[in-house]
């Protein structure tokens, strides 16, 4: 038993970067509901698209109401159901086309009891890994629709969606900057710093931060790993001063990770933790960025 623990531990260190390419696939389907006009004078669309290996990817898109002018791509990843939630959170979109993607999870969101959480870490787990490819999955549509200029795609990582807009960035030159936002290098030493209220032991801390590091797998999504590899395309990251999720060294550590052009802006509050108006407030920024570009 402990010999195959220790194998299985000794596997999920390995890094399975050539997962991403290998999983990448072709559109075998799209599910796109109505068009519905929203209170805001824009519009808002829900799209499934499906992959011929079976790879899906939901998303929401807002844009303008006229499609006839083509116009800046900005795709976000800003956790779980965004898609679903990307009225509320964002809000009208500006002048520019917005997606926002929600993550390839397909089990309980709210897992009851232990047994229950313990069934969906298979599921948990490929969803992590499948996130770049379904956001590459995403873009291979979302490029080819009216109203979307292919040539001024920005990606959006926020908070979660950090390691895998790095990754994303990383290995699809059709993203022309990439912006990360309320994350950091260190997947290990982030989840070690959450749990401090829930294991007060600072070394039983430190076991569970590892597991959960394995678990998530943290070696193949570390940002630091992916972000100097989006360069000659500039990453911009963000910070919060007061983020008690987030150790602002770890945010530095990202930030000289990074290849040039690259910039590190710091903004006062909290972390943004999904709440409207600090993610509205975030895409303030992000458009009036592109409106310099």
């Known amino acids: 038993m402990l010999f195959a623990a220790g194998g299985w531990l ?12 290998a999983r990448r696939t072709a559109i075998s389907e799209i599910e796109a509901q109505p068009v519905q006009a929203e209170a805001g004078g824009f519009v808002s669309q829900a799209v499934r698209v499906r992959g011929d290996n079976g790879l899906v990817v939901d998303l929401r898109v807002l844009r303008p109401t ?38 390839p999870y397909d089990g309980p969101e709210r897992p009851r009891g232990w047994r229950q959480s313990l069934a969906t870490i298979p599921a948990a787990r490929r969803a992590l890994l499948d996130t770049p490819p379904a956001v590459l999955l995403a873009l291979d549509w979302l490029v080819t629709q009216p109203g979307v200029d292919p040539t001024r795609v920005e ?36 989840l070690t710093h959450n749990l401090r209220s829930k294991v007060p032991s600072e070394f039983l801390r430190g076991l569970a931060g590892w597991l959960a590091y394995l678990l998530a797998h943290g070696p193949t999504l570390e940002a630091e790993y ?23 060294e770890l945010v530095v550590r990202l ?7 690259k910039e590190l802006i710091w903004l006062d ?4 933790d999904r709440r409207p108006e600090a993610v509205r407030r975030l895409m303030e920024l992000v458009l009036a960025r592109l409106g310099g570009k």
């Open 10 to 21: 000794a596997l999920q260190t390995r890094s399975k970067h050539a997962y991403f390419e």
């Open 66 to 103: 006229d499609d006839t002018v083509r116009r800046p791509l900005v795709v976000v990843l800003a956790g779980h159901r965004t898609g679903r939630d990307a009225v509320d959170l964002l809000g009208a979109p500006g002048p520019v086309v917005v997606a926002a993607l929600d993550y």
């Open 155 to 190: 990606l959006v990582g926020v908070s979660l969606g950090v390691p895998f807009a790095a990754v994303a960035g990383a290995i699809d030159p059709r993203i022309g900057r990439v912006w990360l936002i309320h994350g950091g290098a260190g997947n290990r030493e982030m």
């Open 226 to 248: 992916w972000t100097p590899r989006i360069a000659p395309r500039p990453v911009i990251i963000i910070g919060a001063r007061a983020d008690r999720r987030l150790p602002p």
């Open 255 to 261: 930030h000289a990770s990074a290849g040039e052009p």
């Open 269 to 272: 509050g909290g972390h943004v």
